[in-house]
Nanobody, 126 residues
Framework: QVQLVESGGGLVQVGASLRLSCAVS????????MGWFRQPPGKEREFVAA????????YYADSVKGRFTISRDDAKNTVYLEMNSVNVDDTAVYYC???????????????????WGQGTQVTVSS
């Protein structure tokens, strides 16, 4: 079990950029598939992005593809979510999660992730 702490959320305007960080302790992220999920107000939590052990294997929800970038720094044991051209629909609590198993195709599914952070709020105003 690893501990995850998100940071970098806040209030921004439409079109702005934001970078979320997820600091991981208690285990090396090089052993995990790392994902970002979000929960918009009044809605269920949804997949945003994931990165497998190979840094070139990244996955994105259609709603963020081309605007968000997930990356990992194994030396710092930290995962990032770079958010560009944000819009009001990006308003949500953003969660970082770790999947220790990494079965093929599992990165899309919330149930694959065993450890979760407490979340960081991102609010986009118009």
């Amino acid at each position: 079990q690893v501990q995850l702490v998100e940071s970098g959320g806040g209030l921004v305007q439409v079109g702005a950029s934001l970078r979320l960080s997820c600091a991981v302790s208690g285990g090396a992220i090089s052993s995990y598939v790392m994902g970002w999920f979000r929960q918009p107000p009044g809605k269920e939590r949804e997949f945003v992005a994931a990165v497998r052990w190979s840094h070139t294997s990244t996955y994105y929800a259609d709603s963020v593809k081309g605007r968000f970038t997930i990356s990992r720094d194994d030396a710092k044991n930290t995962v990032y979510l770079e958010m560009n051209s944000v819009n009001v629909d990006d308003t949500a609590v953003y969660y970082c999660a770790a999947d220790p198993n990494g079965h093929v195709g599992s990165q899309w599914y919330e149930g694959s992730y065993e450890d979760w952070g407490q979340g960081t709020q991102v609010t986009v105003s118009s």
